[in-house]
């Protein structure tokens, strides 16, 4: 799908390649209008994108589950309003398996999370501490997320900790434009498995998935 064709899809609407029950596309719609009521108060996301923000960060988000749908133990880096980890656990509410940690040391957003957590079910607790602290507390997790949160040198540095630990886990980014050149920096850096998903709502973004993490000597 290309940017251009992104105005077919009406408000609320979900693409059928993103497939969710009916129970979690009214939870995502509930947690939409949170984003909305709230962004008057906190800078939840930047006010230009707000028109857009069903398909340029709700179904942009969504298309991470898609990806791996399978129940897992996340860790969200920087969460911010929520995407894409509030999503996620949104999702997961379903199977009832699976948990995401939203790390987010902001107190007013951290708040906007415990919210949207309470009205939609969401499968996720909130975590306001940096990244660094995070580390030190939790337990082996499967997957690590963000998006829109750093270059991609530093993602994957605060993410080593937790690749010592789970050799298995699975990295998961969202990058734009310039991700070809963070790509580029990091592997002067770090030894890594990449798998590069083009994003189907923003031209030349993409997911980046990343595995086998280690760093060089």
Request: hydrophobic share 45%; glycine share 6%; with cysteine.
């Amino acid at each position: 799908m290309k940017a251009a064709e992104q105005s077919v899809i009406a408000d609320g609407a979900i693409p059928p390649f993103l497939s969710v029950s009916r129970e979690t596309a009214e939870r995502l719609r509930v947690y939409a209008d949170l984003v909305r009521k709230w962004q008057s108060s906190i800078n939840l996301i930047s006010p230009k994108t707000l028109p857009d923000l069903w398909t340029r960060h709700v179904l942009d988000s969504l298309q991470l589950f898609a990806l791996r749908r399978e129940p897992a133990v996340w860790m969200d880096m920087g969460s911010g309003a929520g995407f894409p980890g509030l999503v996620t656990a949104i999702c997961l509410a379903d199977s009832g398996k699976g948990w995401v940690h939203l790390v987010e040391s902001n107190n007013k957003k951290a708040a906007f999370l415990r919210q949207a957590i309470a009205q939609t079910g969401a499968r996720a607790s909130v975590m306001p501490v940096r990244i660094d602290a995070a580390a030190k507390s939790l337990p082996d997790i499967d997957a690590i997320s963000a998006r829109a949160l750093a270059p991609l040198t530093d993602l994957l540095f605060h993410s080593a900790p937790f690749a010592a630990r789970n050799p298995s886990i699975r990295l998961w980014f969202h990058k734009g434009l310039d991700y070809a050149e963070e790509v580029r920096s990091a592997r002067d850096l770090w030894a890594f498995d990449l798998v590069e998903h083009n994003s189907q709502f923003q031209d030349g973004s993409v997911i980046l998935e990343i595995g086998n993490l280690t760093k060089f000597n």
